[in-house]
């Protein structure tokens, strides 16, 4: 698993004080995905507009911490568009190809030793080998991925003054539009990102399962609103708690979560309609009430002799 490496001194350095905690808290959530998912420093938009605003995105962006596509920056590369990427990210963290070609290099050593004859497993002599091979591995791990932890910070990664946006309780709005749906239905904006489903995909190993929370699937205002103009009888926050529950306790993942929330809307949706069908056609026409006295049914009774006799004269 690599890491991704923040020096000990960003804490205190000025710029990166200036940027605020909430912008902060976005950029250690972003860099710590792209390390996870080896991504090379690019943080997908939608991923960048779930974990945080789009003020907080706008302040890493003029500090310097992350380039838009048409950066001028010398030393990074350029982000696809709708997209960001972390500033010096590769000066600091092993690119793609490494952490792969050092994960191949782990399995081959370790199908050789499985391959050697040697000691049974369990003697003395086997385990200390056992311990000796260990401890050299993880020395290697360990001085492979933490060689750049103590470089400085150089003074050209922030640079703005100013609170940031993101930390007042004012609405919160997101930076970027939904991804498509992959259906002929009409799709809403409810607040995905433009590099779509496909980006996530792409940076998402198969196989590779996570809850829901892992990718801070979160309700927002967009969102909200478009529930409760395309279905106004249903209560978006239990549905949503619902949807949450569902994807927590099946533990896989989805390539986007807000596409993965319209289609459980949808359902949701066309459930309650079928159940509201089903009821009225079972409702059934209740007779006239009984009369409510004993004058009454007497009356009624009276009444009923009364039209008999008056139908026995007519057939006469």
Not at 55 to 73: E, I, R, Y
Not at 290 to 310: G, K, W, Y
Request: glycine share 8%.
């Amino acid at each position: 698993m690599p890491w991704f490496v923040v020096d000990d001194s960003a804490h205190s350095h000025p710029k990166i004080v200036k940027a605020g905690n909430a912008a902060m808290g976005l950029w250690m959530r972003c860099g710590a995905y792209a390390a996870q998912h080896l991504t090379d420093g690019v943080v997908p938009g939608p991923i960048a507009s779930m974990y945080g605003t789009t003020p907080q995105a706008t302040k890493l962006v003029k500090l310097g911490l992350w380039h838009t596509v048409g950066h001028a920056c010398p030393r990074c590369p350029q982000p696809p568009s709708g997209d960001f990427f972390m500033h010096d990210y590769l000066a600091y963290n092993p690119t793609r190809r490494q952490v792969l070609d050092k994960r191949e290099r782990a399995a081959e050593k370790k199908r050789r030793q499985r391959g050697q004859a040697g000691p049974t497993q369990g003697s003395p002599e086997g385990n200390r080998r056992g311990f000796a091979s260990e401890s050299e591995t993880n020395r290697e791990r360990i001085e492979d991925e933490s060689s750049s932890i103590h470089r400085p910070l150089s003074d050209d990664s922030a640079g703005q003054e100013g609170v940031s946006p993101g930390d007042s309780l004012g609405t919160r709005v997101r930076a970027f539009p939904s991804p498509p749906l992959p259906s002929k239905e009409p799709v809403a904006d409810v607040g995905g990102g433009s590099a779509g489903s496909s980006a996530l995909a792409a940076q998402q190993p198969e196989g590779c399962p996570a809850p829901i929370d892992d990718d801070g699937f979160a309700l927002t205002d967009s969102m909200r609103r478009w529930a409760a103009a395309t279905f106004p009888s249903l209560d978006v926050d239990y549905e949503t708690d619902q949807f949450v529950s569902h994807f927590r306790g099946e533990g896989t993942r989805r390539r986007s979560w807000p596409d993965e929330w319209q289609k459980w809307m949808r359902r949701s949706a066309k459930y309650a309609s079928e159940r509201r069908q089903a009821a009225a056609g079972n409702v059934v026409p209740l007779a006239s009430r009984r009369p409510s006295t004993t004058d009454q049914r007497v009356q009624a009774a009276l009444d009923l002799a009364a039209e008999f006799r008056a139908l026995e004269g007519t057939d006469q």
